[in-house]
């Protein structure tokens, strides 16, 4: 912070590759299913789980497709996402071989699954809760999420860090997807940040690229770093605050010093970040 109490630098925070480990929910979610959905629709835990792991990729592809050429005038993330609700538990219950539900009650026994599954799934990065926690002392903190809030909501609460955002962005608080720079655009817009003083934190290089279009600074989390100038990145969420340390104290009214040492602290060099990579893989 400034002596004016004005923010330095707002920092937006993808979920899934930053602050969760997403190749540990998936096992999780389906032993989970398994728990959840057979003293409700027959069927057995194990069947569940299968069904869970072999229909996730078509249900998918099938949600990412209806989001393409995306109109916010006249679409709904909303319905989307009840629709991807519906498909999902539909297909499980063709594999699993029970009746589905009608509609609405498909409806509101993903939620209910949801709501019973995301709380008890443990998948964040060591340290992440932590860096979180430190970087919302410094910084206003949001997230930049593909999930939708109200699930990135449940994922947060056993972490303890739901108070240390200022909002909890998915696609549904604004209405697109992230699919583009439209995205990034849409948060900053409602979050009443420029996006000139932003700084967007993802796992997925094409994320990066829409953020920078949209006129945000962003590092990429990658394991192992990546080299160039051209990606600046992280090994992981833990390593930003040492990062962003020089940048404490400075605001964009200070001009082209703050500019500089933003810059500075995104863009070091790969000699800088493999020497980081290296210390962070180090024992104690």
């Keep these: 912070m400034t002596a004016t109490g004005q923010p330095s630098l707002t920092i937006f925070l993808d979920d899934g590759g930053v602050i969760n480990?997403?190749?540990?929910?998936?096992?999780?979610?389906?032993?989970l299913v398994g728990d959840f959905f057979p003293?409700?629709?027959?069927?057995?835990?194990?069947?569940?789980?299968?069904?869970?792991?072999?229909?996730?990729?078509?249900?998918?592809?099938?949600?990412?497709?209806?989001?393409?050429?995306?109109?916010?005038?006249?679409?709904?993330?909303?319905?989307e996402l009840e629709l991807y609700d519906l498909d999902w538990l539909r297909s499980m219950c063709a594999v699993v071989g029970v009746e589905p539900p009608v509609e609405d009650e498909c409806f509101r026994l993903a939620r209910e699954a949801a709501a019973y599954i995301q709380p008890k799934v443990r998948a964040a990065y060591p340290g992440a809760a932590e860096t979180?926690?430190?970087?919302?002392?410094?910084?206003?903190?949001?997230t930049a999420a593909g999930g939708a809030s109200y699930e990135l909501k449940m994922m947060?609460?056993?972490?303890?860090?739901?108070?240390?955002?200022?909002?909890?962005?998915?696609?549904?608080?604004?209405?697109?997807?992230?699919?583009?720079?439209?995205?990034?655009?849409?948060?900053?817009?409602?979050?009443?940040?420029?996006?000139a003083t932003a700084l967007v934190v993802d796992n997925e290089p094409r994320a990066i690229?829409?953020?920078?279009?949209?006129?945000?600074?962003?590092?990429?989390?990658?394991?192992?770093?990546?080299?160039?100038?051209?990606?600046?990145?992280?090994?992981?969420?833990?390593?930003?605050?040492?990062?962003?340390?020089?940048?404490?104290?400075?605001?964009?009214?200070?001009?082209?010093?703050?500019?500089?040492?933003l810059e500075r602290a995104v863009t070091r060099t790969a000699t800088d970040s493999a020497m980081g990579q290296a210390k962070e893989k180090s024992p104690d």
Aim: contains cysteine; aromatic residues 12%.
């Design 132 to 142: 979180v926690q430190q970087l919302s002392r410094s910084f206003p903190l949001y």
């Design 39 to 79: 003293p409700r629709l027959g069927g057995t835990a194990a069947a569940w789980s299968e069904a869970n792991g072999a229909i996730f990729p078509a249900v998918w592809d099938r949600f990412i497709a209806r989001l393409q050429d995306w109109d916010a005038a006249t679409r709904s993330y909303q319905r």
């Design 209 to 261: 690229g829409w953020a920078r279009a949209a006129g945000a600074q962003a590092i990429l989390v990658s394991d192992p770093v990546a080299e160039g100038d051209d990606v600046p990145s992280i090994l992981s969420l833990s390593a930003l605050p040492a990062r962003l340390g020089r940048l404490v104290g400075l605001h964009p009214s200070d001009g082209f010093r703050w500019k500089e040492n």
């Design 21 to 31: 480990d997403n190749s540990l929910r998936g096992p999780q979610w389906r032993r």
């Design 156 to 195: 947060f609460e056993p972490l303890g860090i739901i108070g240390c955002f200022k909002r909890i962005y998915g696609p549904d608080l604004v209405n697109v997807p992230k699919l583009g720079p439209a995205f990034y655009r849409a948060i900053f817009t409602d979050a009443g940040v420029d996006p």
